[in-house]
C-alpha cells in the first residue's frame, strides 16, 4: 500500500482541440472539436495494419487531414498491435522464423512512423507502454512535450484484449478502445495525480471518454500507482 499522504497532488493543464474515437458498444467513431471526420484513410495507410491499427489511425487522420497540421505525435499503447506479435510469436515457434516485413511493423511506435511517413510529418514522435496506466502516462508525455515548447501534440492510444491463451496471466479483461487527442497549451482539461492509496485497475482511457462524451465536470481512476483525475475548466 501506498502512503497517500507523502505527496500533495500535482496537476497539469492543456487545450483540447480536437478528439475522436472508437470506444466499445459504438458501431462508429465518435468525435468532438474541429474533426474532419469524412476524410478517408489513404491507402498506405490502410495496408498491413490491423484491424485495431486501423481505428487508432482513422481516429488520428480525422484531427489531421483537415488543415495539414503536424504536430508531434506521442503513441501509448499497453500492449500494441498484439495481434501482430502474436503472429510473430507463433510463426517463431512453429517454424523458427518471422517475417521481416510483419516484424518491422510490430515495434511499439510503428503506428505512429506509419502516420508520420503519410502526412510527412517531421516534428518527431514518442512511444509509452506504461502497464494498465499507460493512457494516463501518454497524457503526461503529450503535456511534457507541449511544456518544451510543441505547439500541438497528437496524441494516440489503443488497446485490445490479448488472446484467450493469455486469460491465466492477464489482469483484466481489457476492451478494445482507440483515442486520439489534438492537445495545445491551454487550460481546457486540467490533469490531476496523486499516489493511490490502493493499487487499482480502471480503464483509464475509457474514463477519460466519459468524460469526452457526458457533460460530466471530471472523471479518473485509480492504476497500479496513482489515481489519476481529468477535471473540465471552470
Known sequence: MVDSSRKAPQSLSARLVAWAAWLPGRAEMVSGGAVQAAASLP???RRRITPIGRKVLEAGWALLAKDGAAPRIVLSSRHGEFARTFDLLTGLAESGEV?????????????????????GNTAGHSA???????FGYGFVEALASL?????????????????????????????????????????????????????????LALRFADLLTSDAPEAGGSGERLTWRWRRAA
Open 43 to 45: 491507402l498506405s495507410l
Open 99 to 119: 517475417s521481416p516485413a510483419e516484424f518491422s511493423l510490430s515495434v511499439h511506435h510503428g503506428l505512429a512512423g506509419l502516420l508520420s511517413i503519410a502526412t
Open 128 to 134: 509509452v507502454a506504461g502497464g494498465n496506466e499507460s
Open 147 to 203: 511544456a518544451e515548447g510543441a505547439p500541438s501534440v497528437l496524441l494516440l492510444h489503443f488497446d485490445e484484449a490479448l488472446p484467450d491463451i493469455y486469460a491465466p496471466v492477464a489482469d483484466t479483461a481489457e476492451e478494445p478502445v482507440a483515442l486520439a487527442l489534438l492537445l495545445a497549451p491551454g487550460d481546457d482539461i486540467a490533469l490531476e495525480t496523486s499516489p493511490a492509496a490502493v493499487s487499482g485497475n480502471d480503464p
